[in-house]
């Protein structure tokens, strides 16, 4: 039975690395080849498909509310030319080259991802590196690992939501152990940010200001993600990051700053105001009690019987995932988009009376694709679970590794990000079996769930998908099998590093 449940995870990854498949065409062949399999042998009938995928489609809401609204913040702010800003301001803080890596490819790329993710860091920063006179190989490689350990709580926190729909855990319990493996991450990554660089000489130079900067963007996540603003982790991560930056790069400044003017702090700050009022907005609806209160007083959720399979796997009766759509991170984000589009339009920041339109029209273009593909993964994992195939293969797992699995953990969340593009759907596909693994084999969830979606952060990177993107940007189109060859060494120390901190954290 294990080979019959493991069979429409095969597919995706063969289709999709194999035969490139995207996301959308791999989900709907692993989802159909799953369904033919719940019903010819694991006894899944007529009535537990229908409430499995109402119960499907609930999830899908809450993990798709997050996504959309994401980009829709950062396509209001990348219109507007906030982006560029933020971009074309950091070079003029240090003409040192180590300290342009740390704070261009690590600092701004970990707040890229904290703010829109979807590739975007890579895109933005590698021209950036390019005109600076970085090699095009350092360009792409240097944000596509500095923004990584940011993925989990970046992307305004949909793969993190994504995390906690797919298993039914809350923030509560994952969040903390997540920052920490990711915090822990962060530092690696920017010595490998120096590295890149200058090696091992770098990484000796720039010791304290990479000790500084990861302490500030990690303690910031951490302290976010645990207070229940885990949709601005990552966002906040990264702010703090810039925060101490730019005062850190006045001890770093070279011979002379950009192109010797000073930086003017007025487009700036206006630049980074649309996010400053999602932070402003997500912390008063998470942290004032009135205002949380009156707005969870209407949330979304259906009652579902307990189900069963002919062969006998049951799932008790209950509610399906619940949504607080008035508190919603998704509908947070939306608001606050609104208004920071009302505050770059007041500003003069946009070119014609179309920009709503385009903004609108981009936001569609970048995220149907991928909505349909997590659609499609989200039902497979669904059925997969209530037809008991999910308990199969971690019955399975738990036999074959035995207690080296919290080893293997965060690799297998890499291989789900490696094969998907995305720690989104690493965790929509992986996480319920890690999460039946680690029950049957009596390890904390927590920490083994730390593990996949860390491991699933650090591996997005390396994605065939994203190697062509950066690729692209960073003018090494026909050159990826070299960024591969860098990132696999780079992306394959930071995942042996989750390895170990999941070793220790099942033990202590």
Known sequence: MFWLA??????????????????????????LIALVIAVAFFGARLELLAYTHAKAFLLIID????????????RVADEAGAI?????????????????ALIIGWVFSSFLQGAGGFGVPVAVVAPILVGLGFSPLSAVVIPSVGHSWAVT???????FNALMAATGSSWEVLAAPAAIFLGVAGLGVGMIVAHAVGGWAAIRRLGGAILLLGGAMSVGQFLAATSGLWNIGGLIGGLTGLVVGFPLARYF?????????PLDWRPLLMAISGYGMLVIFTLSVQLIPPIHDALGTFPLTLDFPALATTLGHTTPAGPGREISLFRHAGLILLISALIAFLIYRQAGWYEGEDAFRRIVSGTLKRVITSSVGITAMVFMVVIMEHAGMTNALAQGLSTSVGRSFPVLSPWMGALGAFMTGSNTNSNVVFAALQMHTAQILGYPVAIILAAQTSGAALGSVIAPTKIVVGASTGGMAGREGEIMRKMLVYTGVLILLISLLTALGVLF
């Open 153 to 159: 709580f970046g992307s305004l926190g949909s793969s």
């Open 253 to 261: 400044r070279g011979e002379k700053a950009e192109s010797g003017d």
């Open 63 to 74: 993990v798709l509310m997050v996504i959309w609204a994401a980009f829709f913040l950062f």
């Open 6 to 31: 493991i069979a429409p995870i095969v597919v995706i990854l063969v289709l999709m690395v194999g035969f490139r498949w995207g996301a959308s065409r791999a989900g709907a062949a692993g989802y």
């Open 84 to 100: 560029r800003v933020i971009g074309q301001s950091l070079p003029h803080l240090t003409a040192d080259r180590g300290m342009q």
